[in-house]
């Protein structure tokens, strides 16, 4: 795909809580093919940030764009997904008491998702190859009939994200994907989300640095709700007010 | 070979859902009328009629299996779609009486004692048997599809919506209690003498009703299977493991919720309809809470989630009431609210949660790979290895 100029322009968008502003006065942008990673002390409002683009809360006021003129505030999350925005939580959610398989399945693309399609519909061949091709991706092929319950911590993020990747959507929102992952886990996570880039606007919530800079072109910092600076890792890191809201925090972004 | 990732009913169990259906279409009806009356094998009308019940009962716990074993929504209402079924057959009966009531009268006798004077205008459909008969299916799914609509689209949840449904549960048992709603108040109706010019006294009459009955719970157990195996009823299992992802993969799952929330009282009502001819009265004693807590228990006992468990726990528990409360009528209470504490904790997937494991299988059996296919695959690193 070469499409040029955003995929995701938020502005001014609020998010307010009984008076707390979880999001205050943001503007974000993502532009297509992109990876970008959103960094941000606890509480920064990263993963309302998230929250406001799929749908899963109505932002108090702002609005935020989808490709070329669609807004997304007020739509619900069904549509939006539908739209072609992917969303993985942080802690997986995935069915436990399903295969992989058949995760993979139910999240596939399809021209209708409402009961009766569903009740009648039988995997074409084509949709078939699509989900080993997914399965291939996330490295669980040897897992298709594995109950998801099953899976490690690690299979489990992994798992979510294919099923996400099957829903063909154009900008991914990931939640941290390699908290609670091994060193090896974490480096396959990047590699996995690098590849995906090639093809998905992506951004991710991350707060391991080591993650950051290894998977980062551009890193966005949001502090209190607003964006405070946007660059490369190091001029990220060699900003002063970046460096003032980490201070007590030198071992996380040192 | 079956598409890959549906979830295959294991052959030896469906042998012995066959093997089952065989024992009550066939040799049932057969103890009761080649045996001499006098013979040890001899099953009395009086039995066979005691298992219609059992079975009517069982398609009712397979629609809870459905929304409930399935899908994750507890519903503590459904005696209320039984009900609703067995008295739209049962105005159909009362009506047919005609001149045989007691008083004579053409209308019910309970409109004679309560001084009605002329058939309510809702009893008129229920003139005639396709009234009667369409009415018990459509009248519970019409219910359910207004009580979901309201419910499952203000994502009411889990206990919430249980509540909702035992209240009302309760609010039904008072209305069909009431005199004023013209049927039958507190004695409900009952003294039917036929259906379609059968004589419901006749034993010929009750073998059809409970052949038609075993019948009818096949039916019903090949739908419920069939939604389950499908992609749809997948859908339902992961909106009981995550609704939140379904949401985030495109699907509505108050839609789905809905959906099976009326199959499910469709399947209640179907039950209704058929106790009623066998049983011979229907009241409000039969659809308020306590009814419709008893059906979560046959579902826990036997085994939820998995089918054949609410047929195996419907019949088992009420087996076991018409045995016990003969011989410890005081105890039956104790007893039903025991199995359930102790099957819910000690044996979360019910006599055939047992029984799988007697045999050899666990219900995680039911999805694994086939052993060829299992271990020889390249890739287990994980991405970009």
Known sequence: MTHEGLILKCDNVVMDYDGFKALNHCNFSVQYNELRVVIGPNGAGKTTLLDVICGKTHPTSGTITFGHNINLVGKNAEDITKLGVGRKFQAPSIYGNLSVWQNLDLSLKRASKGVFPTLMGRSTPAERARIDEGLTTIGLTAHAHTRAGALSHGQKQWLEIGMVILQDPSLLLVDEPVAGMSDKETEQTGQLLQALAKKHAIVVIEHDMDFVRQIARIVTVLAEGTVICEGTVEQVQADNHVREIYLGRANVAH | ?385
């Open chain 2, 1 to 385: 070979m079956p598409e890959p990732g549906r979830p295959t009913f294991n052959s030896r169990e469906t042998l012995s859902v066959y093997l089952a259906a065989g024992l009550f279409v066939i040799v049932l009806p057969l103890l009761n009328l080649v045996p001499a009356e006098d013979s040890w094998l001899h099953l009395s009308d009086f039995r066979l009629n005691q298992f219609g019940k059992f079975l009517c009962f069982a398609i009712l716990a397979l629609g809870l299996d459905l929304i409930w074993g399935y899908c994750g929504v507890l519903s503590l209402g459904q005696g209320v779609f039984f009900g609703l079924g067995a008295y739209c057959m049962g105005m159909y009966l009362s009506l047919q009486i005609g001149s045989e009531s007691v008083y004579g009268s053409e209308l019910p006798d309970f409109m004679v004692w309560t001084q009605v004077k002329e058939l309510p205008l809702f009893w008129y459909p229920f003139k005639s048997f396709w009234g009667g008969l369409l009415g018990a299916l459509l009248v519970p799914m019409l219910v359910a599809a207004v009580f979901g609509v309201l419910s499952f689209r203000s994502r009411i949840k889990g206990v919430y919506f249980a509540i909702l449904t035992q209240a009302l549960a309760f609010a039904a048992w008072l209305v069909f209690n009431r005199n004023e709603t013209r049927l039958g108040g507190t004695n409900g109706l009952t003294d039917f003498k036929q259906a379609l010019g059968f004589r419901l006294t006749d034993p010929a009459t009750q073998r059809g009703l409970y052949l038609l009955t075993v019948l009818a719970l096949c039916a019903a157990y090949l739908l419920c299977r069939w939604i389950v195996a499908s992609r749809a009823g997948q859908v339902l299992i992961a909106i009981r493991d995550s609704e939140q992802r379904v949401t985030f993969s495109g699907y509505t799952p108050w839609v789905y919720k809905l959906f099976v929330f009326v199959v499910a009282a469709g399947l209640a009502g179907l039950s209704g309809m058929l106790y009623v001819p066998q049983v011979g009265i229907i009241t409000p004693a039969q659809i308020g809470v306590l009814p419709s807590l008893e059906v979560v228990i046959w579902v826990a006992v036997g085994g939820r989630g998995t089918l054949i468990g609410a047929v195996v726990g419907a019949v088992a528990v009420n087996y076991g009431r018409s045995v016990l409360t003969n011989s410890f009528p005081e105890a039956w209470p104790f007893i039903l609210g025991g199995l359930f504490v102790v099957g819910v904790t000690l044996f979360p997937d019910g006599l055939v949660g047992i029984l799988r494991k007697v045999f050899g299988r666990t219900p995680a059996a039911d999805q694994a790979s086939p052993p060829e296919a299992a271990p020889a695959a390249p890739r287990t690193g994980g991405p970009g290895a």
